[in-house]
């Protein structure tokens, strides 16, 4: 039996019903209107899909806690990146944009290093000061970073259309492959990597409901959320139509909205001291993305036999160079430090005024 707290824990869930409802009942009114009362909505709806983001992260990971390894570490990736990928393809079919997954990826790198890594390192090492974590894992994370990204984004730019199909192809094999691998070690051989002190389990479930209504409701909030995006890119779509507003700012709304429950977990993390959680989070959230969101997106390019950009533009590609390089730097010595954060905010910073700007 469920018991009654377990329900009242999950009031985000009707809410973002009734923001659904709402959503699709006035949708053509807001679009029609514009101005306050399609932007109006538009927040309404963005809240709700944010707000069933944090409950998919939540069942996620009292399952991982429960299943243990490796299938929790399965389960937390693919629920996390679940939420992007549902969200980037429902945008796809209506804005048939063919370098939206490509500036999602970009925009999702950005927060989850520099954003996330950032803020949690300047907080932590404000209150802690100097906070240790293993140097396995940092180096394991960045050596896969390396190699996804050259294969999924910059080689891509050196292919061309006639050979798309084929390396495309071969983009699928390698990234699952390597993200198979990488789950194995991750979880097997090489966990040792991954730890750093006493290992702490927070699963935040007092209420003692079985598996299935976690995985249940895990697999419901997924399928809201993808209804959910469909409401929001009909308002984003019209909001940003003659508006003047940076193109890509339904990729960046993409990635936020993926990386909020990954973000308040990795700064809770560094507040108390557990700066090996943070480095996990934002390296580990970085290369999923990029693992498990490209096979994805290659796979619908090859269905469809139409070319989805993935090859990073020139100052995506320099900026993407800078903060792996500031990253191999920050995290070769196993110490945190409020320096270290600044850096990436700084980075992080230069990646928002470019968004605004419209150059990225």
Partial sequence: ???????????????????GVIGFAFEHAAVHAGGTALWGLFALVLAAVIGVAFRIAHHAEVLAVRLGEPYGTLVLTVSAVSVEVVILVVMLMDNHSATLARDTVFAAVMLDIN????????????????????????NAYLAMLLTALGLGMFMPDFVSDAHWP????????????????????QTVEHRAFFEYGKVEHEAHDTSGSPNWA????????????????????????????????????????????????????????????????????????????VLLTLPVIEGIALFTGDRIVMALTPIQAGMLLVTLLVSMNNLHDGESNAIEGMSHLALFAGFVAMTMMGIF
């Fill in 1 to 19: 039996m469920l018991s009654a707290k377990y329900f009242r824990s999950e009031w985000p869930l009707p809410a973002a019903i009734a923001a």
């Fill in 115 to 138: 954003g996330i890594l950032g803020i949690a390192a300047l907080v932590g090492s404000l209150r802690h000061g100097s906070q240790k974590y293993n140097t396995g894992s940092a």
């Fill in 166 to 185: 084929t390396y495309s192809a071969f983009s699928v094999g390698i990234m699952a492959l390597l993200y198979v691998a990488f789950l194995r070690l």
């Fill in 214 to 289: 976690h995985a249940a409701v895990l697999v419901g909030s997924v399928v809201l959320v993808g209804l959910l995006s469909e409401i929001l890119s009909v308002l984003l779509g019209a909001g940003l139509q003659g508006s003047g507003l940076p193109k890509t700012i339904p990729a960046v709304m993409v990635a936020l909205i993926s990386a909020s429950p990954e973000f308040m977990t990795a700064i809770n993390a560094a507040r108390h001291d557990r700066m090996q959680t943070t480095v996990n989070i934002a390296l580990g959230a970085s290369l999923a993305t």
